[in-house]
């Protein structure tokens, strides 16, 4: 029996060849050669008006809050399902958030809830296309629009995914990448903001780094360079940006083999899964999903985790995740309570997701399904 891992880092192509041109270019700081390819790469794959390499998604988010302005007491609408950081970062500014539940079928924000949630202190809506998975984008933006409310997508899951045949991340006046280690496309830890409101592009620039206005002075549009706004660092080293540029250079092949391993997992446990109460994943005929993970939906909590710990029992190492963010200590700080989002509190007792990264073999899925096969309910 071999060890089969829920995620494993691997390189896919030219990582260690280009992390040497970086250190050679003696540029390691961030904004050189390899940050200014990654850009370029998903400014023109994306069509996007301008994408800013960062330190992280979950910078990337708290940059989207400065840009937008968010001040003590507005509003952000959030998924009740979905990872810490697509909230805090705007509670950082000192936001209250607003949770709405998720549709029990893609276990995307529901926008069937987002009008009764929008006050006049809304500021902005950060749907997360959960597993890359489009949410609902014309709605979403339809409402958005009527109300004139910003929309940030949460895009860690989503690059590459699309809706309707447009690139998931286009959508909002800001979206956001993650690069983490456990992403499609990793260089450890990093990230992206994607600006498609041409507006916000100039002040992005700036709030990346540290309030100046120092991509002005290295284009040559001002003579010096200055404390002009609020910011922080968000930018990283260019070593890694030629870790992440090796990456994006195997575009197809990563995206391919993540599409074998889904269908895969798919297609071996469509019956088992009909025959023993499970649900998998529901893809909108309209969305080509981005294929960064397989979970299934157990019947409840108590089998989600025996199923674990019998996989572990086998070697085989799957996780669950996103606690509902409402029940949090700090959730329940800002006054919810349990029945709060009733499709989050159910999916998060039954979610399980199996193995999936980019080193997978087909011999590893096979046990993993062999393993599902003869497990007891
Ligand atoms: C991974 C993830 C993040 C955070 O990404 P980092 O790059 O680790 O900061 C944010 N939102 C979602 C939905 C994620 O899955």
Redesign the pocket.
Known sequence: MIKVDFNRPVTVGNEFEYMQQAIANAQISGDGAFTKKCHAFLENELGVKKALLTT????A?EMSAILLDFNPGDEVIIPDF??V??VNAFVLRGAKPIFVDVRPDTLNLDESKLEAALTPRTKAIVP?HYAGVGCEMDSIMEIAKRHNVAVVE?N??GLFGKYKGKYLGTFGALATQ???E??NFSCG???ALLVNDPVLAERAEIIREKGTNRARFFRGQVDKYTWVDIGSSYLPSDMLAAYLYAQFEQREKIQNHRKNIWEMYNAALKDWAEKNGAQLPHIPEYDEQAYHMFYMLMPDLETRQKFIMYLRERDIYSVFHYLPLHLSDMGRGFGYKAGDCPVTEKVSDQLVRLPFHNALTSADQEQVIDAIMEFKF
């Open positions: 992280s998604c979950t910078h988010l979905t990872f950081s697509t997360v949460d860690a899951h993650s690069f983490h456990t992403k830890e990093g990230g």
